[in-house]
């Protein structure tokens, strides 16, 4: 069984600022962690991934996030927001091998100017 | 990266009637597509997982004489739901999983039903 949590429905923050987006999970088996990006009306678009190996992880558009096992966390961060960075993200999860992702409910990004 | 398309983008039909989404990877082959039901400022929801030559699996609560799923080929999905009726209006989005642990996802499909 695996389940993701999202702290934060709607996270605001200041062009410039850093940009903090929180995710717990819970996996029966070592995970496999993502965090995606949709914009209105659009399919997901892969921000990051942690597989294995390394637990600071880099993605697209300055994005990254940390796994810590010991704290089940995987939160999503940027150290300088910027207006198109405004959208809802996701945080997933799934088994290794098993290819099925459980999804967090979401949490809309607002940054003002 | 990889791309995966979905058709049509938008629907509109009316209630009573049946309505076709494909979902294709254009440029990889995939044993295992994924189809998801997104309402307005929620998450997705797994509604089954496609394989390519045998029959989908649904998740609980998804009725698989509605929603019918065809994975026909390794890059083709389709996704049809019969009969549909105003709460089926809904954004579809599928996936294409291309190794153990990556997938990518469809533009998505916003179906109305009047």
């Known amino acids: 069984a695996q389940s993701v949590t999202q702290l934060g429905s709607h996270v605001s923050v200041s062009e410039g600022a850093l940009v903090l987006l929180r995710c717990n999970y819970s996996s029966s088996v070592p995970p496999y962690l993502f965090w995606y990006v949709q914009y209105p009306n659009q399919g997901l678009q892969l921000l990051l991934k942690y597989t294995t190996g390394a637990t600071l992880v880099k993605g697209i558009n300055g994005f990254e996030a940390e796994f810590k096992k010991s704290e089940t966390s995987f939160h999503l961060t940027k150290p300088s927001a910027h207006m198109s960075d405004a959208a809802e993200y996701f945080c997933a999860v799934s088994g290794q091998r098993a290819g099925k992702s459980t999804f967090g409910d979401g949490t809309t990004l607002t940054v003002k100017p | 990266g990889a791309v995966v398309s979905q058709h049509p983008s938008r629907v509109i039909c009316k209630s009573g009637t049946s309505v076709k989404i494909e979902c294709r990877s254009l440029d990889f082959q995939a044993t295992t597509m994924f189809w998801y039901r997104q309402f307005p400022k929620q998450s997705l929801m797994l509604m089954a997982t496609?394989?390519?030559?045998?029959?989908?699996?649904?998740e609980q609560g998804v009725e698989k004489d509605k929603f019918l799923i065809n994975h026909a080929s390794l890059t083709l999905s389709t996704l049809t739901v019969t009969s549909a009726h105003p709460e089926d209006s809904s954004f579809y989005i599928c996936?294409?999983?291309?190794?153990?642990?990556?997938?990518?996802f469809g533009p998505g499909t916003r179906l109305t039903v009047t």
């Open positions: 496609s394989n390519e030559g045998s029959k989908a699996t649904y």
């Open positions: 996936s294409a999983r291309s190794s153990e642990y990556e997938q990518y």
